[in-house]
């Protein structure tokens, strides 16, 4: 059975398909239509639902009767979910062990080893708890405990086991939103609780990530191995390989879980292990999958010292040669192998290497990723001598404001400097593009404001206490040009001189110096 999309798969074996059509349109209830599909020797028909529902099928010579049933199954509070039936008889069956472990993805993982795999088995959703009934089934004193299990940071807060009549229950307390699977290998009953995710981007809620296939249900007595992967193969498109040495019989039951799941269950289950290829997958024991890989990686490390080498030649445009050899050659990390060289020309800035076709690649890889222009910057400066009062009292006010029609935008930048002498000094530059005017205003003494000719400025640094504070400006002008206005407006007055504007450019992470200055020597004992 299949939750999403909702189907039921039966297979017959045996039996030939001897209708003329593979599929018949139904559209009664929640039966939508039926397929039907025949590889060798059995048929395997598929009722596509429209919900999901149980059914019932009874076999009377060679008719098959199957019955679907009218109410959607849903996981529902209440639900009782008869996940094992109980052997025909009065035979009383017992709880081995009760252990709690968790996930490879953080699930809490209830580990339930039973006397026997035969053992009827009932699971239910009661209020925000899992319960559990083994028809049937004794506990003993020393496992009729709580398990209190907060510390393994799963869903799962506490595990209750209990004996109630002749029936055993467990209670599983969980945590937050989760789901819940169980599955039953051998006589190796286990649940798993998982955490549920809620993505408000998401259609369908999920759990973490983990496996990812379509659910199935599962149900076989002791079958061969081989026999389930070859359902799983069926059932997934996927080309299962199974070595020779893959042999003996297994019992399984598996409910809503996710078909990789389920693989990955049979397989550890069974001590053997996969190795997955595009489409196809190998399954062998594990020591035989560890000694095949041994020999692939003996094979490779002689080739490697087999392979012929040959010699490439890689011209550097940004990197020097001699730090790609040290990258190259580094004893703690070597990238080479033991047969590779590598070899320097600073003139041409090359690096010659010699190894065999696999290094030459990575060592290409590399040069992609390092051999790249680096960030630089430029920093420029004023070195300027002025006198002690100048200095003192420089201030600066900055402010921006918009003007003008939609569409048309003027952009007013003003600066205004302290104690500068009784008439004034305005300069204008036009921006045709803008329709704006940029002003810088040099008045005498007083702060001028908005209410002196000009317009609201933004923020207000004046030239009392000044010293010592630090204004940070952006503008979408040069970043120099209304510190050159107020240099120009200096010199003009002969309060001081710019003696030099040097620039220089570094590169990323590399010092750089400016220096102005005269060098006069001098002797000293």
Do not use: C
């Amino acid at each position: 059975t299949l939750n999403s999309p909702a189907r039921i798969a039966l297979d017959f074996p045996g039996v030939a398909n001897g209708l003329a059509k593979n599929i018949i349109q139904v559209d009664q209830g929640s039966l939508k239509s039926i397929m039907l599909a025949q590889a060798k020797e059995r048929t395997r028909m598929v009722l596509n639902l429209s919900k999901n529902v149980g059914y019932s099928s009874t076999v009377k010579g060679n008719e098959v009767t199957i019955m679907l049933q009218a109410n959607e199954v849903s996981a529902n509070v209440g639900v009782e979910t008869k996940f094992a039936e109980a052997a025909i008889g009065q035979q009383q069956y017992s709880i081995n062990n009760v252990d709690f472990a968790r996930g490879k993805n953080g699930e809490g993982r209830i580990i339930v080893d039973l006397s026997n795999a035969s053992a009827g088995i009932n699971i239910k959703q009661t209020g925000k708890t899992i319960v559990v009934d083994f028809i049937n089934t004794d506990v003993p004193a020393n496992l009729q405990r709580r398990l209190n299990v907060t510390n393994f940071n799963t869903p799962v807060i506490y595990v209750d086991t209990m004996k109630q009549g002749k029936n055993g229950r467990m209670i599983i307390e969980p945590k937050g939103n989760w789901e819940q699977s169980a599955y039953q290998a051998d006589k190796k009953f286990i649940i798993d609780v998982r955490q549920v995710i809620e993505d408000p981007n998401k259609l369908v809620r999920g759990a973490k990530p983990g496996y990812a296939g379509e659910k199935l249900s599962l149900n076989f007595q002791n079958i061969e191995v081989r026999s389930v992967l070859q359902v799983i193969a069926d059932f997934t498109g996927l080309n299962i390989i199974t070595s020779d040495t893959v042999t003996g019989n297994l019992t399984l039951r598996l409910k809503d879980v996710p078909w990789d799941q389920a693989l990955d269950i049979i397989v550890q289950s069974k001590g053997l292990s996969m190795r997955k290829t595009g489409n196809v997958i190998l399954i062998a024991p594990a020591e035989e999958v560890a000694a095949k890989e041994k020999q692939m990686l003996e094979a490779s490390l002689q080739i490697d010292d087999l392979e012929p080498v040959r010699t490439e030649v890689f011209t550097l445009k940004y990197m020097k040669a001699e730090s790609l050899k040290n990258i190259l050659s580094d004893p703690k990390q070597k990238i080479l192998s033991k047969r590779g060289s590598a070899v320097l020309d600073p003139r041409t800035n090359t690096v010659f290497v010699q190894d065999t076709s696999k290094y030459l690649e990575q060592v290409q890889a590399i040069i992609n990723k390092v051999d790249i222009a680096v960030k630089q910057v430029m920093i420029e400066s004023r070195l300027v001598i002025a006198d002690d009062k100048y200095s003192k009292a420089l201030g600066a006010r900055f402010g921006v404001t918009q003007t003008g029609t939609p569409g048309r935008a003027a952009s007013t930048i003003s600066g205004t400097l302290g104690n500068r002498p009784t008439a004034s000094t305005a300069t204008t530059l036009t921006q045709g593009t803008h329709n704006g005017s940029i002003q810088t205003a040099l008045t005498g003494g007083a702060v001028t404001t908005s209410s002196d000719g000009l317009p609201d400025l933004a923020s207000n640094l004046p030239v009392a206490n000044a010293f010592g504070s630090f204004a940070y400006s952006l503008f979408h002008l040069p970043a120099g040009l209304l510190l050159n206005f107020e240099l120009t407006a200096m010199e003009a007055d002969g309060r001081g001189k710019v003696v030099s504007s040097p620039r220089v450019t570094t590169a990323n992470q590399h010092k750089a110096k400016i220096a102005q200055g005269t060098e006069i020597p001098y002797l000293e004992a």
